[in-house]
C-alpha cells in the first residue's frame, strides 16, 4: 500500500535532435534504417500478453518503395476483436485496483525507453512505414510520444489533486475511477504519437483498452507495442488487434462493456461510429465516452499588412511538410491582392529547390503519399484544377506512382472560392489559393467562415495588433487552434493543446488534462464523523 503523498517529475518536452550531418544521431538513425530494411518483421496481434496468429498474412510496403517489402502482419476477424473485449475486461479488476503511482512508472519508463535505446528504431519504422523524413518522424514519434506519455502522468496526478472543501464533522472526497467496461482506441496512419496516445491515455487513468491502429500504420503500431510490453504494461491492459473496420466496429459497439471511444481519423467514420454507438445505446452498461478528432480544412488568412515572405514560408511548411498528410496542414490561402504576386514569387523560388523521394536521402523535404488511393484522389484533384478555366497551377502539378506514390508538392490558385478544393479534405501535398481584394477583407472573412464545415486549425498574418484582436475575435469559431503569423502545424504537448470543434471533432484536447478527464468517472464520497441521532431540526423548537 502507499505510504506518502508522491511527486512525479516534472514533464518537460523532449529536446528535438537535429540529425544534422557528422551527428551521432544520424549515424545511428541510418542504422537503424539499415537494420530494419535487412529483414522482414512478422506483426502478430497482441491479446491477453500473447501474440496471436491466423491463417490470413498481409504484407507491408514503403509507400516510397514499392517493391521492397517491410514484413506483414496477421489479419484477425470477429473471434479475435471478441478475444481481445474479453482479455480487457479479464484485466480490469486488477488494472483499476493498481496504484496510481504505479501505472505512472510503467509510462514514464515508456517514455525513457522511447528516447533512450528505442529512439532510432521508433523514429526509423516511421520514415520506412508511413515515408517520413528524419525530422517529421522525430518531431513526433519519439518527441510528441515522449510528450504524451510525461504530461498525461502529470495531468493524471493533478486530476487526483483537485478535491472539494470540507466541513465540520465531515470529509469530501473525490474517487476519479475508471469508467465501467473497456475503452475502444481507433487511430490513424500519420502519427506515431497519436497510434500510441489513444489507447495509453486510457489506459493511464486505469482502463482497460482494445486498440486497433489503421492498417497503413501497423509497422510502426508493432514498435510502439514492444515498448509498452518491454515498460512492464500488464498483460491485457492493452490489447492490439488487426482487423477490418467493419468487423471491427460492428463486434465492439455491440458489447454491453463498450465504455469509451478514442478515435482520430476521417470524419465519416467518426459520423458513422457515433450513430452505430447511438443505435446500440440501449445495449450498454453506461453511456459511452466519445472523443474524437477529425478533419480539417485548414486555412491561412494573409491581411493586406502582412510579412509576405513569412506567408510565403508558413504556406510551403504548412502544406507540404510530410506531404500534407496532417490534419493540421494548410489546404486553403487567402491572398490579399497587393501582396499575392509577391507571395507566389517566392513560394515558386521554394518549391522549385524542394527534393522528393524516399526519407532514406536526408536531403529530401517530401517523401511519398501513404497509399494508392490517397495517390489517386489528390491526382484527380490535380487533374481538376488543371482543366478548370477558374484555376491556375502555380507550382507542381506532377505525380507518379510507377516506384512509389509520389505527388509533386502542387500551388493551384483560384478565381473561386468554392472550388473543389478549396473546400473538400484532401490530406496531401495540394494547397489552394484565392486572390481577394485588399478592400474586401470583412467579405473574405465571410467566405472563409462559411466555406467548410471544419474547424480545427488556422493562421492568420497581419503586422497590424489592431487586426490580430479584430482578426482572433472574428474567427473565434473557425479553429480550435489558431495561429498568429505562423503555419497552422507543430502543436506541441503542454504548450497548444490540440484539438478543433465543428466537423473536426469534439475538442477534448488531445495531451491535456481535459482529455484525461474524458477517462475518468468521478465518485463524491461524503463521510461524517459526528452523525446526526435526532431527526428534529433547530426551526421546528417551540417559540
Partial sequence: MPKGFFNVPKAVNEPVRSYAPGTKDREELKKALK?????QVEIPMVIGGKDVKTDKKVDIHPPHELAH?????????????NMAIDAAMEAKEKWAATPWHERAAIFLKVADLLTGPYRYKMNAAAMLGTSKTAHQAEIESACEFADFMRFGVEYMTKIYEEQPVSDKNTWNRVEYRPLEGFVFALTPFNFTAITANLPAAPAMMGNTVVWKPSKLNIYSANVVMEIFREAGLPDGVINLIFASGPVVADTVFASPDFAG????????????????????????????????????KDYIFASPKADAKAVATAMVRGAFEYQGQKCSAASRTYLPGNLADEIFKYVKEDVSTIKQGSPEDFSNFLCAVIDESAFDKHAAAIDMAKEDSSCEIIAGGGYDKSKGYFIEPTVIKTTNPKFYSMEEELFGPVLTVYVYDENKVDETLDILDNTSIYGLTGAIFTQDRYEIDYLTKRLVNTAGNFYVNDKPTGAIVGQQPFGGARGSGTNDKAGSMLNQLRWVSARSIKENFVPAKDYRYPYMEDE
Fill in 69 to 81: 517489402t517491410l514484413g506483414h502482419y496477421y489479419q484477425g476477424s470477429a473471434k479475435e476483436v
Fill in 261 to 296: 471511444f478514442h478515435f482520430t481519423g476521417s470524419t465519416p467514420v467518426f459520423q458513422q461510429s457515433w450513430k452505430k454507438i447511438g443505435d446500440n445505446i440501449t445495449k450498454y452498461k453506461t453511456y459511452p465516452r466519445i472523443v474524437g478528432e477529425t478533419g480539417g
Fill in 35 to 39: 537494420e530494419l530494411k535487412s529483414k
